[in-house]
Structure formats: structure tokens, C-alpha cells
């Protein structure tokens, strides 16, 4: 699909349900922005606060200044899960002071398709009762990223010129 500079990417992506035009509600109110020139690999991203700068390492011809995007993706999954375990943990008034969580993930081909696994390791300061070490599990399962990576997502992409 292709826009003009006048148009947002806000104002494309809906939805159509009977006959009519339906806006779906994006998760952040200002999209994340990313810039990249001609040094290569080194891309500046823009969030809500501030920005950071992501890069390749040097063994694919960065130089690592930055966070990869696989780094990126594999810390969503952390942040996600600690998060959601520690809202879970106060709600519920538990006396878990300290989480931690490891991840990383690997490729692996099944019948023919590259299928992505993802390895998360979750560790407390603290021996935990069996029903308790099984509902945080359960917690950390349903956080948002984890739910995204297992589920069916969908990249909409658009080409936008800025003359």
C-alpha cells in the first residue's frame, strides 16, 4: 500500500465492519520513530521520553553502539514479564521483594518453516510454595508480550514519500 506525505499512518489503518469505517485504538498514543543515515545500522529511536540509539554488532558490520533488535525483541519479553509478575505480587500483597528474569531464543526448522523459540527463565529470592511458584507462572504467561509473541500477529506496512 502506498500514501502521500499528507497522510498519517493514524489516519489509515482501520478497520471496515458493516459498511462502516471503524479507527482501531493504537496501545501507545504517539507511535514509536525510528531514523536511520547513512552510518551503518546505527538507528535513532524515539519513544514518548526521549530516544536511544539501536545498532548491529561488529560481527555483521556495526558498531555495536546499541542494543540489537533481537536484544530489543528478547528484552520486550523481560521487562513484560517483570512487570506483569510485580503487579500481580503487590495486587495480591505477597512478600516477593525480587524478581529476576533471563531470556533468550533460538531458531529452530520444523517441517520445513523456521519456527522461533523463546527461553525464559524466572528466579526469586526466595523459596516459594509449590501453588504459589505455579500461579506466577501462570502470571507471566499472560503478560502482553508473551501473549503477542505466541499469538498471530500482523505487520501492516505502508510506504510514505516526504518530498
Known sequence: NYI?????IQAYFCCIRNKR?????????????????????KTTIQWRYGEFI???PEKLGGKDLGPDPYTLLISSLVSCTL??????IDKKGLDIPEI?????????I???????YFDRE????QILAEGTRERLQQ?????????ILKGNAIVNTLIRTNP
Not at 485504538?25 to 552510518?39: D, S, V
Not at 520444523?110 to 522461533?116: D, N, S
Open 110 to 116: 520444523e517441517k520445513g518453516q523456521v519456527v522461533t
Open 122 to 125: 524466572i528466579a526469586f529470592g
Open 100 to 108: 529476576s528474569v533471563s531470556s533468550n531464543m533460538y531458531l529452530k
Open 21 to 41: 469505517i471503524i479507527r482501531m485504538k493504537y496501545i501507545l498514543e504517539n507511535p514509536i520513530l525510528g531514523h536511520i543515515t547513512e552510518q551503518k545500522y
Open 4 to 8: 502521500n506525505g499528507n497522510e498519517s
Open 139 to 147: 502470571i507471566a504467561e499472560e503478560c502482553p508480550i508473551s501473549k
Open 54 to 56: 539501536t545498532d548491529e
Open 83 to 88: 512487570a506483569t509478575l510485580r503487579m500481580y
